[in-house]
Nanobody, 124 residues
Framework: QVQLLESGGGSVQAGGSLRLSCAASGAPDRTYCLAWFRQAPGSVREGVAGMGNDGRSNYADSVKGRFTLSRDNAKNTLYLQIDSLKPEDTAMYYC??????????????????WGQGTQVTVSS
């Protein structure tokens, strides 16, 4: 069982930045495949960025150049730096984990564990 705790969301103006954190707790000394998804009201949950067990990152085309992943393996924490925020980035952001993955897929069914989410609201 893996527990995921997201933090770092908030309300910002367009053009601002946020850094989201996802802390994973599970088996000690184990690296998980982690990803970020987001869901706006009335929309489906979409994958935005993920990092596989090998540290390779994958980004949705819609966020390339503005979203950046980093990872602290010692803390088993995945960070999502979001720059140049746009109103359309407004959504609940969820962290997801899998025991192992290849190429950090951005499909929901690739992940077994989910966090409760952190809200990002961007005003124009």
């Amino acid at each position: 069982q893996v527990q995921l705790l997201e933090s770092g969301g908030g309300s910002v103006q367009a053009g601002g930045s946020l850094r989201l954190s996802c802390a994973a707790s599970g088996a000690p000394d184990r690296t998980y495949c982690l990803a970020w998804f987001r869901q706006a009201p009335g929309s489906v949950r979409e994958g935005v960025a993920g990092m596989g067990n090998d540290g390779r990152s994958n980004y949705a085309d819609s966020v390339k150049g503005r979203f950046t992943l980093s990872r602290d393996n010692a803390k088993n924490t995945l960070y999502l730096q979001i720059d140049s925020l746009k109103p359309e980035d407004t959504a609940m952001y969820y962290c997801a984990a899998a025991g192992w993955c290849r190429d950090a897929p951005l499909s929901r069914n690739a992940y077994d564990w989910w966090g409760q989410g952190t809200q990002v609201t961007v005003s124009s």
